[in-house]
């Protein structure tokens, strides 16, 4: 079983639509990143968390430390939203070295 | 403009040839990576280094190598290049190592046919 799981691995939704994504992770972190890859695009960081929720835009991301799990909403999705949205954490421990365990990524796709 | 500067954006490589990727930062990040992305998995670290001088393995470093002889730099070897190797390659940076952000470069597609 992977450290870190996301679901679901495809979405389709209708513009106008909200949307939530979920990550689920098996280890003790410090934070947890949410990161944005359009196609054929390189990485962007949306999100960094490591407790309660976050807001930038449309976009909202939440964590309970407790059950392990974050999720990331996106509000009135548009098709521009349409990437590869990435959950990462970082294990907690000194020795991380900011080592980055990665999901394997959710594919969203908005239709107009 | 401030980022992570990753040269080529595509390449392909025969069995067997060599070949260096290229990492740039200009932010003064001491915190460096390399990952590998194969579609439908998470990404993978290949290696890692926290200051000049410092490189470490990450999970597959097996076929590459790695130096830092100055903080900006950070570059990736290919040796002996192989079909598994082919896949879209990430560098990043972090100031801090810890829960501070990332800064990823924009990729580099490689083929190994």
């Known amino acids: 079983k992977n450290e870190v799981e996301q679901s679901p691995q495809n979405l389709t939704a209708q513009e106008g639509e909200f949307i939530t994504i979920n990550c689920s992770y098996s280890?003790?972190?410090?934070?947890l990143h949410w990161l944005q890859q359009h196609p054929g695009g390189g990485i962007v960081s949306l999100f960094m968390?490591?407790?309660g929720k976050k807001k930038h835009g449309r976009l909202i991301a939440t964590i309970n430390i407790q059950e392990k799990h974050s999720s990331l909403h996106i509000t009135a999705s548009h098709p521009r939203d349409s990437a590869v949205y990435i959950c990462?954490?970082?294990?907690?421990?000194?020795?991380?070295?900011?080592?980055?365990?990665f999901g394997q990524g959710t594919i969203l796709t908005v239709h107009p | 403009n401030a980022g992570v500067t990753q040269t080529p954006k595509f390449r392909i490589l025969k069995i067997g040839q060599s070949m260096t990727l290229q990492c740039a930062q200009d932010?003064?990040?001491?915190?460096m990576y390399w990952y590998r992305q194969d579609p439908g998995m998470g990404l993978k670290l290949i290696y890692y280094?926290?200051?000049?001088?410092?490189?470490d393995k990450g999970e597959v470093p097996n076929g590459y190598n790695v130096s830092r002889s100055t903080t900006e730099d950070f570059p990736l070897r290919l040796e002996l290049a192989a079909p598994s190797q082919t896949s879209v390659y990430f560098c990043?940076?972090?100031?801090?190592?810890?829960?501070?952000?990332?800064?990823f470069g924009s990729g580099t597609r490689l083929t190994v046919v």
């Open positions: 990462a954490v970082l294990n907690a421990g000194g020795t991380s070295y900011g080592k980055l365990t």
């Open positions: 280094s926290v200051g000049a001088g410092i490189t």
């Open positions: 280890v003790g972190i410090s934070a």
């Open positions: 932010m003064n990040h001491n915190y």
């Open positions: 968390l490591s407790s």
């Open positions: 990043a940076s972090n100031g801090q190592g810890s829960s501070y952000g990332y800064t």
